[in-house]
């Protein structure tokens, strides 16, 4: 490929773990054929394990790739609209309030669907709203997916929907829908649509706590004693039969390479399984948010010349941040520091993974200059 310069994304990769970084691995892939892969580090406590070609790790955020993924085939089959009051489909969320300074509001709006997956509908992250609290109280580890997420409606919004950008729940609300709508459980949607037809091997949803649980690297997470081993937890799993359509997924590096050649290359697979059409694709790369919205993602996750399509950061203005990669580049990343990334003009892509929690420069550091090595 013109312009990626493999001896430089070695160097690059390697140099991380001089940072502490226990283990990284990278695949970039053009046009169906894998062009590139470099692993390096160790996975285990004791540092003594090299990182595998079949390494799991907790993805976290990167599950909102597979779930955008998941319902625009939906939108693509006719049996969702991005315009669709979500109130339709989870009618808790019909008489939902919204706060105010002085207190709360009713909706002007309904919360919509494009509002969901452009993380403008006014929910937050808070994980111990008082919804969850109640519904982990009375249901235990048998609450489910759609049990806990109306949950969340027994909350107000933080604004009207479609007024703000703030990062949070949305997409397990996403997940919740597609459950509705398809009559599946949120896991087998996937497996049909998603696992099945890309051939994936190592891909499933994570349990609350994941000791013991083969090939899984060592979490670490980044504090002020540097970077040191945590329990093998994710948060956003609350129970043992939620399955979190924002970041609850376990996969490795392999297929989620296999899910971002399938994107870069317009929805179809190198054996001509396709999974998305090409305009549902690029529908996913059109920015949805508004300018006060923009302005909210820059100031919360420094995405500066970035817009935000479905569930995605889309680069729109590459010349503003001095990147020589192009405008329409289109990706995410995930709480443990992992990162991936598509162009559809080229046909390539590139999956980055790591283990490391609160790893501050993963997003404003690290997945940029991979970024600029692959695409610039």
């Given at each position: ?107 002007k709006w309904p919360i919509r669907l494009r509002h969901l997956v452009s993380m403008q509908s006014g929910l937050d992250y808070d994980l111990a709203r008082p919804g969850i609290v109640r519904v982990l109280k009375e249901k235990g580890e048998k609450a489910s997916t759609l049990e806990i997420v109306n949950s969340f409606a027994e909350s107000p919004l933080n ?173 995410w990343d995930g709480a443990a520091g992992s990162c991936i990334q598509m162009d559809t003009v080229s046909k390539t892509s590139f999956v980055y993974t790591m283990h490391v929690r609160n790893y501050g420069t993963s997003y404003d550091v690290i997945h940029p200059a991979l970024r600029d090595i692959v695409f610039g």
């Open positions: 490929m013109a312009g990626f310069n493999q001896e430089k994304m070695t160097r690059y990769l390697d140099s991380l773990l001089d940072t502490g970084i226990p283990s990284v691995d990278c695949i970039v892939y053009q046009n169906h054929k894998q062009i590139y892969r470099h692993m390096n580090g160790t996975v285990n406590i004791e540092k003594t394990q090299k990182v595998s070609a079949d390494q799991r790790y907790l993805m976290f955020s990167m599950t909102k790739v597979q779930t955008m993924t998941a319902v625009m085939l939906l939108v693509e089959q006719g049996k969702l609209s991005l315009e669709d009051d979500i109130a339709d489909y989870l009618p808790a969320y019909r008489n939902i309030k919204v706060k105010t300074d002085s207190g709360e509001e009713k909706l604004f009207q929907p479609g007024t703000h950008f703030c990062y949070s729940l949305s997409h397990d609300v996403v997940a919740a829908v597609i459950e509705t709508v398809s009559g599946m459980s949120y896991g087998d949607y996937l497996r049909k649509n998603i696992w099945e037809p890309l051939g994936f091997k190592d891909t499933f949803f994570a349990k609350p706590v994941n000791d013991g649980l083969e090939r899984l690297a060592q979490q670490y997470i980044a504090s002020e004693k540097g970077i040191v081993p945590m329990e093998q937890t994710c948060n956003y799993q609350f129970t043992e039969s939620y399955q979190s359509g924002g970041a609850g997924l376990v996969s490795c590096t392999e297929d989620y390479a296999i899910l971002a050649d399938t994107l870069a290359c317009g929805g179809i697979t190198a054996d001509g399984t396709r999974i998305l059409k090409p305009e549902t694709v690029e529908r996913i790369k059109q920015n949805l948010l508004t300018s006060d919205s923009m302005k909210d993602l820059q100031d919360s996750m420094g995405r500066k010349g970035y817009g935000y399509g479905c569930g995605m950061q889309v680069l729109m203005n590459p010349e503003f941040i001095g990147s020589p990669s192009p405008a329409g580049v289109f990706g």
